[in-house]
């Protein structure tokens, strides 16, 4: 099955707005294991449109265009598949009775043109807009391609995909199959390095598939099987999986959609009862904050500083302790910070020891010490290339992800 993503919109081309509606929808698509081989942007020219879409009829199976489907004069989508199918347009009362009564509602006049939201090609199923006026439309065509008409706002596009497309694409081309989908997250390892150390399984994949995406400083893969049972789809999934830790599970960290790794720490400290001290330099509180997000109110946090860059304020906030950026330095503070608070665990991340290079940009190095439940410390040494400001970002994730090596 392969779809074609035709983005509908003259603004679009002239990036006065953003397409998110492609991606998302090539997202859900690729979860039900259909495949979208083009996508294109195309204004709100009607014979451009029709170049377009004869394109696309002769290469894809379904093809699906976004926007145009409004009352305005450029929104002509619907009206140029009708003409390419040679297909006249009729009302969905449904659709016409809700705009009806918001005119009245709302004591305004309605124009004729409004009409054109309410209609939809003859003989195909249109979609009802919850939160909109412009219905969908999925037309099957024996001959061809068949036709999904989505509207262009992503507040009544993505509740139109959730609610009735995706349940509708499953019962049309996926029959009594079982789709199931798994979501594997991986920090430390970029998309170029996962999918060259996964090239022969990504290369061989058919079921489950396998598909990549670059998250900002992570990378998630989604594997997608489809089988007669939920049995043997998640079977496929295990042992998928199971081929693609042996190659790369020191950077998995856990799964979902929605995750990261401060969620995933903080739920281990929860569940394993531990609590944390945490003395912050180059990170400047941003560590601790990251990781409060997901405490869940628990008390995961049993105290701990954020240390001035000025060298007179940090002497005085915490005299015994040498903050130079060196493993020695951190070694001795985490212990001394665990004692001092009595926390399960403790985590010492230095100042930044920096130096400039003859491009006249600076690069450095941070240490972070974790001292565990049974005093063992564990110190790494962190470089970066140059100072810039997700450069803090990257140290507390580095932090998150030493942490979750012990806890996990």
Same mark, same amino acid.
């Given at each position: 099955?392969?779809?074609?993503?035709? +983005?509908?919109?003259?603004?679009?081309?002239?990036?006065?707005?953003?397409?998110?509606?492609?991606?998302?929808?090539?997202?859900?698509?690729?979860?039900?294991?259909?495949?979208?081989?083009?996508?294109?942007?195309?204004?709100?020219?009607?014979?451009?449109?029709?170049?377009?879409?004869?394109?696309?009829?002769?290469?894809?199976?379904?093809?699906?265009?976004?926007?145009?489907?409004?009352?305005?004069?450029?929104?002509?989508?619907?009206?140029?598949?009708?003409?390419?199918?040679?297909?006249?347009?009729?009302?969905?009362?449904?659709?016409? =009775?809700?705009?009806?009564?918001?005119?009245?509602?709302?004591?305004?006049?309605?124009?004729?043109?409004?009409?054109?939201?309410?209609?939809?090609?003859?003989? =195909?199923?249109?979609?009802?807009?919850?939160?909109? *006026?412009a219905v969908g439309i999925f037309d099957q065509e024996i001959?061809?391609?068949?036709?999904?008409?989505?509207?262009?706002?992503?507040?009544?596009?993505?509740?139109?995909?959730? @609610?009735?497309?995706?349940?509708?694409?499953?019962?049309?081309?996926?029959?009594?199959?079982?789709?199931?989908?798994?979501?594997?997250?991986?920090?430390?390892?970029?998309?170029?390095?996962?999918?060259?150390?996964? +090239?022969?399984?990504?290369?061989?994949?058919?079921?489950?598939?396998? =598909?990549?995406?670059?998250?900002?400083?992570?990378?998630?893969?989604?594997?997608?099987?489809?089988?007669?049972?939920?049995?043997?789809?998640?079977?496929?999934?295990?042992?998928?999986?199971?081929?693609?830790?042996?190659?790369?599970?020191?950077?998995?960290?856990?799964?979902?959609?929605? %995750?990261?790794?401060?969620?995933?720490?903080?739920?281990?400290?929860?569940?394993?009862?531990?609590?944390? =001290?945490?003395?912050?330099?180059?990170?400047?509180?941003?560590?601790?904050?990251?990781?409060?997000?997901?405490?869940?109110?628990? %008390?995961?946090?049993?105290?701990?500083?954020?240390?001035?860059?000025?060298? @007179?304020?940090?002497?005085?906030?915490?005299?015994?302790?040498?903050?130079?950026?060196?493993?020695?330095?951190?070694?001795?503070?985490?212990?001394?910070? /665990?004692?001092?608070?009595?926390?399960?665990?403790?985590?010492?991340?230095?100042?930044?020891?920096?130096? /400039?290079?003859?491009?006249?940009?600076?690069?450095? #190095?941070?240490?972070?010490?974790? #001292?565990?439940?049974?005093?063992?410390?564990?110190?790494?040494?962190?470089? *970066?290339?140059?100072?810039?400001?997700?450069?803090?970002?990257?140290?507390?994730?580095?932090?998150?992800?030493?942490?979750?090596?012990?806890?996990?």
């Open positions: 099955m392969k779809a074609e993503l035709i +983005a509908v919109g003259t603004e679009i081309l002239l990036g006065e707005i953003t397409d998110t509606n492609t991606p998302f929808i090539a997202r859900e698509l690729a979860n039900l294991g259909i495949d979208v081989y083009f996508q294109s942007t195309v204004g709100d020219n009607p014979e451009r449109l029709e170049d377009t879409i004869k394109l696309a009829a002769k290469r894809s199976d379904l093809v699906i265009l976004s926007g145009g489907l409004g009352p305005t004069e450029d929104d002509l989508t619907k009206q140029t598949v009708a003409s390419f199918l040679h297909r006249e347009l009729v009302i969905d009362h449904t659709a016409m =009775a809700k705009i009806e009564r918001y005119f009245s509602e709302t004591q305004r006049t309605m124009t004729e043109n409004n009409r054109l939201q309410a209609m939809y090609l003859k003989g =195909a199923k249109p979609l009802s807009n919850r939160t909109g *006026f001959q061809g391609p068949d036709f999904l008409l989505l509207p262009g706002p992503p507040s009544e596009l993505e509740p139109m995909m959730m @609610e009735q497309v995706l349940p509708l694409l499953k019962k049309t081309y996926l029959g009594d199959h079982v789709l199931r989908s798994r979501v594997l997250r991986f920090f430390g390892i970029g998309e170029s390095q996962l999918t060259t150390e996964l +090239a022969d399984l990504i290369a061989t994949q058919s079921n489950p598939t396998i =598909a990549p995406y670059a998250k900002q400083n992570e990378v998630t893969l989604r594997l997608t099987a489809w089988a007669q049972t939920d049995a043997a789809a998640q079977n496929a999934l295990d042992d998928c999986e199971n081929r693609i830790q042996t190659l790369v599970g020191k950077f998995f960290y856990g799964y979902g959609e929605h %995750n990261s790794l401060a969620q995933v720490v903080a739920t281990h400290l929860i569940k394993q009862q531990l609590t944390i =001290a945490v003395v912050e330099g180059y990170t400047a509180g941003h560590f601790s904050t990251a990781l409060d997000e997901f405490s869940d109110e628990k %008390n995961v946090f049993d105290g701990g500083f954020i240390l001035a860059t000025n060298t @007179e304020k940090k002497q005085s906030l915490i005299s015994e302790f040498n903050v130079s950026a060196s493993k020695s330095s951190v070694e001795k503070m985490v212990s001394c910070l /665990k004692k001092k608070t009595k926390s399960d665990l403790s985590m010492v991340i230095s100042h930044a020891s920096t130096e /400039k290079v003859s491009s006249g940009e600076q690069v450095g #190095s941070v240490w972070i010490a974790i #001292s565990d439940k049974n005093e063992n410390i564990s110190a790494k040494k962190y470089n *970066f290339s140059t100072i810039r400001p997700a450069t803090k970002q990257r140290i507390v994730l580095n932090a998150l992800q030493q942490l979750n090596d012990i806890l996990k």
